[in-house]
């Protein structure tokens, strides 16, 4: 069968069919993109633990008290800021 034919019998297919199988790709796609989305999110928590818990260990090793507090204070924002982006990034993938 030469590839002219192929493309012809492709166009007389049915056009309930040929959406169909666009609609089945598309929601593939969608669900990876969902997923992966999911996978970045979950590093980005990670991330910024990871940079919270370096705040946190800087701020024991210094022995000045106003930057003990500060580096304290940003790592508690860091680890207030990653929960609730991460909530709300979670609540809009979920619809």
Known sequence: MTQEMIMSEQFMQDPEKILAGMRDRHE?????????????LDVWEQTLSAVAESQDKLAAMSEV?????????QATFTRELADASGKFAREILQD
């Open 28 to 40: 593939h796609v969608f669900a990876a993109s969902r997923q992966t989305s999911f996978q970045i």
């Open 65 to 73: 008290d106003w930057l003990n507090r500060l580096l304290r204070a």
